[in-house]
């Protein structure tokens, strides 16, 4: 696979802030019918996360909140 080693290998020459910011645009550019095929212990951990949101035992906390707090925490500007 020449072309995915060498986009690979141009990309790891990214600073780590542009690599964060490639790969939150390449995960939003995936279709949404073609979700990543699970493991065993992720599935496991999705089914034990949707119990507690729908038991209500955690507090849900939108990706956005998420996603602006760990780029401040990083010293990371903003990634859009």
């Known amino acids: 696979m020449p072309e995915y080693e060498s ?3 141009a990309a790891a020459k990214l600073s780590v802030s542009d690599r964060l ?4 645009d390449l ?3 995936v279709p949404d019918d073609q ?10 951990e ?6 507690e949101l ?15 707090r760990l780029f401040r ?4 500007g903003d990634a859009s």
């Open 7 to 9: 986009v690979f290998s």
């Open 27 to 29: 995960a939003a550019s």
């Open 46 to 51: 999705v089914e034990r996360r949707s119990a």
């Open 73 to 76: 925490e990083h010293g990371i």
């Open 21 to 24: 910011r490639l790969i939150d």
């Open 35 to 44: 979700p990543p095929t699970l493991s065993n212990e992720w599935l496991v």
């Open 54 to 68: 729908d038991a209500g035992t955690v507090t849900p906390e939108p990706w956005a909140d998420i996603r602006t």
